[in-house]
């Protein structure tokens, strides 16, 4: 067991005027099982990079284990996979990481396969293997289940649990309470580092939240009244101060002193209640400062005049002779939001670009209504290039209202002034949402959504699913999601 220890870390990219960390200090312990969330676009990747060395920066970092980043860059993807092993690790030893890959599940034959026609589940578990079997390393593991199927996620979930020393980002929470024992969040002002999994961080921020915001309110109103109270007592200290001078004609003459000594208490009093206020301001400044606001989004599907909006019956899709769906029947209905669930390779962002209209070789009867308007979210962001304005225009989307949905998706408004291609892979992820809610359709169909996508925005898109009375088909592997959202399940062999 030892200690990485972060001192004073400040760091900004050369392209920007904004910090990512300023003057950032905190421990964590080498044995820990560290999941790391936080906002898209807050820095999460960029500290592991940091912790490798790939960056300069000010401050330190000291550890005494060697940081091994997760995924791996492969150089060649051709390569046998064993090959591929040595690529990562000169030293290892093929008896160690056949051992991990039996705890992850993965028979030896994929080792003398062709890296690349791995599934992502095996890719992800293999080199998982090889960077867990060596010794000394603490592992940076960055999003690991994007684009895994629930079996798998549960595998590797399982499979982390058994081990220590490693900083998981992921967005899954379900994932990330099944296999961590701290959390590491980057809030809007700090890092910090709280013993636990996510879900009862979770609750702890709702807690810290409410109670800030009700002594946000409380300090507000007292702000109000004594800021009354100090004005209304410099109008008498005022009012007292005049009759120093007496009236004109009374013949009387004041008594200066006695009224100086009062006008001189209220304005003591006046002081007073302008330090409370003082007080009650500071006090005021230190709240709010990391509640995560998520602003409620809205979507406007369009009403069809059919009940049933498609129909798959006996469905078979292959290409060429490989068949990757056999015999798939379901209805959609308006207001259904069915899940489609099954391993990776069973044909399921098949089946929505067959509703998609777009040439996929099939049998069957498949049926959709009359003018039927689809929109539709694709699993990878490839190709998003250019600036928000010509994505907007391209899409046919109004661009005011495309932007303010990115705004409530934490977007801030420098973003807007970047090329997409620059953004982070969550941020282009939300790009793809933001311009799906802007188009009105009668049914939308969403290739596992939420891939890169942080945990504050996946829950404005459940609460904004559940609420809309949208129609949707959708491929997603966060178990949780799937939970809050489906009133339907597809499941695919």
């Given at each position: 067991m030892s200690m990485i220890q972060i001192s004073d870390l400040t760091f900004s990219y050369d392209t920007s005027f904004d910090y990512i960390f300023e003057h950032v200090s905190f421990q964590i312990d080498t044995d820990w099982k560290l999941g790391f969330t936080g906002r898209n676009g807050r820095g999460k990747t960029t500290f592991l990079k940091l912790l490798m060395g790939e960056y300069e920066y000010r401050g330190s970092i000291a550890a005494s284990v060697k940081f091994d980043y997760f995924p791996y860059p492969v150089k060649d993807p051709t390569a046998l996979t064993v090959d591929v092993l040595e690529s990562v690790d000169p030293q290892y030893e093929l008896w160690k990481v056949m051992k991990e890959m039996s705890q992850l599940g993965v028979p030896d034959e994929v080792l003398y396969r062709p890296f690349q026609t791995l599934s992502n589940g095996e890719q992800t578990k293999v080199l998982l293997a090889v960077l867990f079997g060596k010794e000394n390393n603490f592992l940076?593991?960055?999003?690991?289940?994007?684009?895994?199927?629930?079996?798998?996620?549960?595998?590797?979930?399982?499979?982390?649990?058994?081990?220590?020393?490693?900083?998981?980002?992921?967005?899954?929470?379900?994932?990330?309470?099944?296999?961590?024992?701290?959390?590491?969040?980057?809030?809007?002002?700090?890092?910090?580092?709280?013993?636990?999994?996510?879900?009862?961080?979770?609750?702890?921020?709702?807690?810290?939240?409410?109670?800030?915001?009700?002594?946000?309110?409380?300090?507000?109103?007292e702000i109000g009244r004594l800021l009354k109270s100090q004005r209304r007592t410099e109008g008498w200290s005022d009012q007292v101060e005049k009759t120093k001078r007496g009236t004109r004609n009374s013949g009387l003459r004041p008594d200066r002193g006695f009224i100086g000594h009062k006008a001189a208490k209220m304005m003591k009093r006046s002081k007073a209640a302008e330090t409370r206020k003082e007080d009650a301001v500071k006090e005021k400044s230190k709240l709010l400062k990391n509640i995560e606001t998520s602003e409620a989004l809205k979507i406007s599907p369009l009403e069809h005049h059919a009940k049933r909006l498609a129909v798959l019956e006996d469905v078979s899709i292959s290409y060429g002779s490989k068949i990757v769906t056999e015999n798939l029947s379901f209805d959609i209905e308006k207001g259904d939001r069915i899940a489609l669930v099954g391993k990776n390779g069973c044909g399921k962002s098949s089946v929505l670009k067959l509703l998609l209209g777009k040439a996929v070789d099939h049998e069957g009867y498949l049926y959709k209504a009359n003018g039927l308007r689809i929109s539709y979210v694709p699993q990878n962001t490839d190709g998003l290039k250019g600036d928000l304005r010509e994505y907007a225009y391209n899409c046919g989307i109004d661009e005011s209202l495309f932007k303010t949905i990115l705004r409530k998706l934490d977007f801030s408004r420098i973003q807007f002034e970047k090329k997409i291609e620059e953004?982070?892979?969550?941020?282009?992820?939300?790009?793809?949402?933001?311009?799906?809610?802007?188009?009105?359709?009668?049914?939308?169909?969403?290739?596992?959504?939420?891939?890169?996508?942080?945990?504050?925005?996946?829950?404005?898109?459940?609460?904004?699913?559940?609420?809309?009375?949208?129609?949707?088909?959708?491929?997603?592997?966060?178990?949780?999601?799937?939970?809050?959202?489906?009133?339907?399940?597809?499941?695919?062999?």
């Open positions: 940076l593991i960055d999003e690991p289940t994007n684009h895994l199927d629930a079996e798998a996620r549960r595998k590797v979930g399982a499979y982390l649990n058994s081990k220590k020393g490693f900083i998981l980002v992921s967005h899954d929470r379900a994932f990330l309470d099944e296999c961590t024992d701290h959390v590491l969040s980057v809030n809007r002002t700090e890092i910090e580092v709280q013993k636990g999994n996510f879900s009862s961080w979770y609750e702890n921020k709702l807690l810290r939240d409410q109670y800030e915001l009700s002594e946000n309110e409380k300090l507000k109103k953004f982070s892979e969550g941020q282009k992820k939300k790009v793809l949402i933001a311009g799906s809610l802007c188009e009105q359709a009668h049914l939308y169909l969403w290739d596992e959504p939420l891939n890169y996508i942080d945990v504050f925005s996946r829950i404005q898109i459940e609460e904004l699913l559940k609420n809309s009375g949208i129609t949707l088909l959708f491929v997603e592997h966060d178990l949780a999601f799937c939970n809050q959202i489906k009133t339907k399940e597809i499941l695919m062999q």
